[in-house]
């Protein structure tokens, strides 16, 4: 990396290892560099759950899944706290692209830097699957770090 400003910095967060690392990682580069933290945590609301009964089901699926999400940003709050990094969060509900939704946040923010974790399927898993973090680094407009 070049010796640019990076004063924000986006981690995209899943819940996986590999996200937990990206987000470690991002904490310490922003320390690092004193930058600030802006996490993100994209929920899909599937088509499909909408078919499968009331609004009311619809909304309880949806609740529990953004209060799951709740807990993995106020993890990495806690974190960026211990580290006195600025820090900020927010949970996206969306019915659309997972990896656009992390790129409109990247650049609401005027980030200097996604990063994000991967879970490194290869091969026929990656293309029957799709890969949100190669989606991002396709299209992202800023550069985008991938953490195992």
Not at 79 to 96: L, Q
Not at 140 to 145: D, E, Q, S
Request: proline residues 1%; glycine residues 6%.
């Amino acid at each position: 990396m070049t010796n640019a400003k990076i004063s924000n910095i986006v981690v995209a967060i899943d819940g996986s290892d590999s996200s937990r690392k990206a987000a470690d990682y991002a904490v310490s580069l922003a320390k690092e560099k004193d930058a600030k933290v802006s996490a993100v945590v994209v929920v899909t609301i599937h088509r499909s759950d909408a078919l499968r009964g009331s609004a009311e089901t619809l909304h309880k699926i949806v609740n529990k899944q953004v209060n799951i999400a709740g807990g993995w940003l106020n993890s990495v709050k806690e974190d960026a706290d211990k580290n006195n990094v600025k820090f900020e969060s927010r949970v996206i509900k969306t019915t659309t692209s997972v990896p656009e939704e992390i790129i409109e946040y990247a650049k609401d923010k005027k980030s200097d830097l996604i990063v994000m974790g991967t879970r490194g399927r290869t091969g026929f898993k990656k293309m029957l699957l799709g890969s949100v973090a190669s989606a991002v680094v396709t299209h992202a407009g800023c550069p985008v770090m991938v953490v195992r």
